[in-house]
């Protein structure tokens, strides 16, 4: 069983070392939170060395505290995920536990003063590792695996708002242990963050697509159906101006899908015109392809 193509691996690790990069070297000096999981990891992390006074130094032992939470939701995630996403999720996750303990955080914040600027560019970078963690046909668990079940039954969510919405109820939390400008610097992080995945993980953007061809083959359609899994609607057309007849294949994708439906069908008609559209509302049986 091939888990994932060469280069989903590498945006699998690229993507693990930007999230974990992003939260050691710009969130944890100042103080700052991150949500979902991680969020309550660092809060556990944080009680323990105050009550307990261990020294721990540069050693990050959230990333241990994330493993253990991650425990239960792979068992209840099994069924529902697939084998492949399954083990490659499991890869990643433990991937960045060992890079949590690894990744120094700095003893001087990288920005003295200025904890917004910070707390922008760890909560960016981070999410867009989780976004290209996703776009790899993987994910690191915690929240996100949270999100993409969730997802899979409730189409018109995504995984940035899920795990903003988690954010939030773990800052709500926060409140009690900490003051209101930790509280407020770490929403902004985790804002940053959401808007970060979302932006790069694009199979959690549905698009329509209208193909107007001229030279459509029953070999097109076939194509597209079996390598894509997708269904299409043709349609009979004529060009107003030429009088010449055409198709239009009608097709619900998600974006990270256009490319390869352009590839095909510009193998059978080069002169193939697309018409694309983003954000669309899709209720009934459409499938959601989270597994790249």
């Known amino acids: 069983?091939?888990?994932?193509?060469?280069?989903?691996?590498?945006?699998?690790?690229?993507?693990?070392?930007?999230?974990?990069?992003?939260?050691?070297?710009?969130?944890?000096?100042?103080?700052?939170?991150?949500?979902?999981?991680?969020?309550?990891?660092?809060?556990?992390?944080?009680?323990?060395?105050?009550?307990?006074?261990?020294?721990?130094?540069?050693?990050?032992?959230?990333?241990?505290?994330?493993?253990?939470?991650?425990?239960?939701?792979?068992?209840?995630?099994?069924?529902?995920?697939?084998?492949?996403?399954?083990?490659?999720?499991?890869?990643?996750?433990?991937?960045?536990?060992?890079?949590?303990?690894?990744?120094?955080?700095?003893?001087?914040?990288l920005f003295g003063e200025d904890a917004l600027a910070s707390c922008i560019i760890g909560g960016y970078l981070s999410g867009y590792g989780v976004g290209l963690v996703l776009r790899a046909g993987t994910s690191a668990g915690g929240s996100e695996m949270i999100g993409l079940m969730v997802i899979r039954k409730k189409t018109d969510f995504s995984v940035g708002q899920i795990n903003l919405g988690i954010n939030l109820i773990v800052y709500l939390c926060c409140l009690f242990f900490f003051d209101i400008k930790v509280v407020l610097y770490s929403i902004i992080a985790a804002v940053a963050s959401s808007l970060a995945i979302d932006k790069i993980h694009t199979q959690n953007i549905d698009v329509e697509v209208h193909v107007i061809?001229?030279?459509?083959?029953k070999?097109?359609?076939?194509?597209?159906?079996?390598?894509?899994?997708?269904?299409?609607?043709?349609?009979?057309?004529?060009?107003?101006y030429t009088g010449k007849k055409a198709e239009v294949l009608y097709i619900?994708?998600?974006?990270?899908?256009?490319?390869?439906?352009?590839?095909?069908?510009?193998?059978?008609?080069?002169?193939a015109f697309f018409v694309v559209n983003e954000r669309v509302q899709i209720h009934g049986n459409y499938r959601k392809k989270l597994d790249g």
């Not at 061809?213 to 083959?217: A, D, E, I, L, M």
């Not at 974006?255 to 590839?263: F, S, T």
């Open 1 to 109: 069983m091939k888990l994932m193509s060469t280069k989903n691996w590498a945006w699998m690790v690229i993507g693990t070392l930007l999230y974990v990069g992003g939260i050691n070297l710009f969130i944890v000096p100042y103080g700052f939170y991150t949500g979902g999981l991680m969020g309550v990891s660092q809060l556990i992390r944080t009680l323990v060395i105050d009550v307990f006074h261990i020294p721990f130094g540069s050693f990050d032992f959230a990333g241990i505290i994330l493993y253990l939470f991650n425990i239960p939701i792979y068992v209840l995630a099994y069924r529902s995920i697939g084998r492949r996403f399954f083990f490659s999720s499991l890869i990643c996750t433990t991937l960045m536990t060992v890079l949590f303990s690894v990744v120094p955080i700095p003893t001087a914040s």
């Open 213 to 217: 061809t001229k030279s459509f083959k």
């Open 219 to 240: 070999e097109m359609k076939d194509e597209i159906m079996r390598t894509m899994g997708r269904g299409i609607t043709v349609m009979p057309a004529e060009g107003a």
């Open 252 to 271: 619900l994708i998600s974006k990270y899908e256009v490319n390869q439906l352009h590839q095909i069908v510009s193998r059978y008609d080069p002169e």
